[in-house]
């Protein structure tokens, strides 16, 4: 199993900029496939990127394409969630999820998943 916390959070302005963390418990932190997603107030919880195991591969959700940045470094057992210039829209809670796979796959929806953290509120203000 995994334990996950995210970090990084905060208020910004329309524009700015944040970066999230997602420290991970476990040895075998390597071979969880990683993402992101975001729950707005009154909205499903919606997928913005994926990683694969060595980082080499990623996949972002059309809304954040290049703006946001996922990332990991698996002798820290983090990964990152770069976000720029960002909008008022991408005010959310942003969840870390994780799951264990033999293979390197990039998961987009939330049933693939079976670890998640408590999630981390970004505010954007316009």
């Known amino acids: 199993q995994v334990q996950l916390v995210e970090s990084g959070g905060g208020l910004v302005q329309a524009g700015g900029s944040l970066r999230l963390s997602c420290a991970a418990s476990?040895?075998?932190?390597?071979?969880?496939?990683m993402g992101w997603f975001r729950q707005a107030p009154g909205k499903e919880r919606e997928f913005v990127a994926a990683i694969s195991w060595s980082g080499g591969s990623t996949y972002y959700a059309d809304s954040v394409k290049g703006r946001f940045t996922i990332s990991r470094d698996n002798a820290k057992n983090t990964v990152y969630l770069q976000m720029n210039s960002l909008k008022p829209e991408d005010t959310a809670v942003y969840y870390c999820?994780?799951?264990?796979?033999?293979?390197?796959?990039?998961?987009?929806?939330?049933?693939?998943?079976?670890?998640w953290g408590q999630g981390t509120q970004v505010t954007v203000s316009s």
């Open positions: 999820a994780a799951d264990r796979r033999d293979s390197d796959p990039l998961l987009t929806n939330a049933f693939e998943y079976n670890y």
């Open positions: 476990g040895r075998t932190f390597s071979t969880y496939a």
